[in-house]
T-cell receptor, first 112, second 112 residues
Framework: QKEVEQNSGPLSVPEGAIASLNCTYS??????FFWYRQYSGKSPELIMF????GDKEDGRFTAQLNKASQYVSLLIRDSQPSDSATYLCAVKAWGGSYIPTFGRGTSLIVHP | GAVVSQHPSWVICKSGTSVKIECRSL??????MFWYRQFPKQSLMLMATSNEGSKATYEQGVEKDKFLINHASLTLSTLTVTSAHPEDSSFYIC????????FGSGTRLTVV
C-alpha cells in the first residue's frame, strides 16, 4: 500500500513569514513529487514538481526532496493571506504505474 | 496548454436519479483520464482510470455499475453516477494523464 502522509494542520503563520509544509511517502520506488494548492471548493493547481534530491526554487516557493529519508517539503517565503489554502503532496513511481498518490493535504492559514 | 474543461461545476439531484459529468481536453488529446472523488477535508481518491476506446479500470471498492465511465473520443470522458444516493454527494474531479497539472475544475454533486 503506497502511502503519502501529511499533517492535516491547520498550520498558521503570520504574513511575511516562511511556511514549511512537509510530506513523507512510503514507496521507495517513487520518482516524481508534486505540490498542489487547493482552495476551498476548487480543484488542485500544480505549484511545483521535483525529481532530484535537493532544492528546487520557483519564486517564493522552494521544494526540497530527500529520497533517503523519503521526505519532501515545500517552503513558502514571504507568506501572503492569499496563500491560505490546502496544500496537497502527490507522489508518482517511475515507469509502471503513472498514477499519482495524493496525501490528505495540509491546511495553511496566513494571518495578517 | 493542457487545459481540461469539466462540466457542470455543480449539480443538485434527487435520490435515485442519474447525473452525467463531462471532462474535455481542449487543446490536446487525452488517451487516459483519471476520475477522482474528494470528500470534505479528505484527499483526492482515485475512482477509475478512463481509457479512450476501451473499458475503464476501476479502483478497488468503486462500483463500476454505479459509476459509468465512457471515453469514446480522445477529447471527451464522461462519468455518470447512476441511481445517486446522498452518500454519493462529493466533489468529483477529472485529470488528464498527460500533464500533472491538468485537472478539471471539479463538480460538486449534492444528492438530496
Amino acid at each position: 500500500q503506497k502511502e503519502v502522509e501529511q499533517n492535516s494542520g491547520p498550520l498558521s503563520v503570520p504574513e511575511g513569514a516562511i511556511a514549511s509544509l512537509n510530506c513523507t511517502y512510503s514507496d521507495r520506488g517513487s520518482q516524481s513529487f508534486f505540490w498542489y494548492r487547493q482552495y476551498s471548493g476548487k480543484s488542485p493547481e500544480l505549484i511545483m514538481f521535483i525529481y532530484s534530491n535537493g532544492d528546487k526554487e520557483d519564486g517564493r516557493f522552494t521544494a526540497q526532496l530527500n529520497k533517503a529519508s523519503q521526505y519532501v517539503s515545500l517552503l513558502i517565503r514571504d507568506s501572503q493571506p492569499s496563500d491560505s489554502a490546502t496544500y496537497l503532496c502527490a507522489v508518482k513511481a517511475w515507469g509502471g504505474s503513472y498514477i499519482p498518490t495524493f496525501g490528505r493535504g495540509t491546511s495553511l492559514i496566513v494571518h495578517p | 496548454g493542457a487545459v481540461v474543461s469539466q462540466h457542470p461545476s455543480w449539480v443538485i439531484c434527487k435520490s435515485g436519479t442519474s447525473v452525467k459529468i463531462e471532462c474535455r481536453s481542449l487543446d490536446f488529446q487525452a488517451t487516459t483520464m483519471f476520475w477522482y472523488r474528494q470528500f470534505p477535508k479528505q484527499s483526492l481518491m482515485l475512482m477509475a482510470t478512463s481509457n479512450e476506446g476501451s473499458k475503464a479500470t476501476y479502483e478497488q471498492g468503486v462500483e463500476k455499475d454505479k459509476f459509468l465511465i465512457n471515453h469514446a473520443s480522445l477529447t471527451l470522458s464522461t462519468l455518470t453516477v447512476t441511481s445517486a444516493h446522498p452518500e454519493d454527494s462529493s466533489f468529483y474531479i477529472c485529470s488528464a494523464s498527460q500533464s500533472q497539472g491538468s485537472f478539471g475544475s471539479g463538480t460538486r454533486l449534492t444528492v438530496v
